[in-house]
């Protein structure tokens, strides 16, 4: 049984990351080359948020109960695309392009939390 849920578990995975527009958009934004499509990337959280808004107003107006997951669905991809577009092109260019920490941490002196910046 164990067994059977991990597969599962692992074909639902394969076939969110291989099929779902956010994800495949997010992955292309891991790469090298992507990292510069990071801020633009985060525009396309806009048109999330206006169906997220256009769902609820739906609901309120005595709408469907299941547009309540759709509503979720839209809040959790505009989250996604904003926290990734914004924070990871950031950590990643001064650790990938320079083989390091970002030269901003090191001359303002922040130390962070798994210390990986180092005190000069």
Not at 5 to 26: D, E, G, K, Q
Not at 61 to 88: A, E, Q, T
């Amino acid at each position: 049984m164990l067994r059977l849920l991990w597969a599962a578990s692992v074909h639902t995975r394969y076939f969110l990351r291989r099929c779902m527009p956010t994800n495949i958009l997010l992955d292309a934004i891991r790469t090298r080359h992507g990292l510069r499509w990071g801020i633009p990337a985060m525009l396309l959280a806009a048109p999330y948020l206006l169906a997220a808004s256009i769902c609820t107003n739906l609901i309120a107006d005595g709408g469907p109960g299941w547009l309540n997951l759709l509503v979720l669905l839209f809040c959790w991809n505009s989250l996604k695309i904003l926290i990734m577009g914004w924070g990871y092109p950031q950590v990643s260019d001064g650790w990938i392009g320079s083989g390091g920490p970002c030269q901003g941490c090191r001359v303002l002196g922040f130390e962070l939390d798994w210390g990986l910046v180092a005190d000069r």
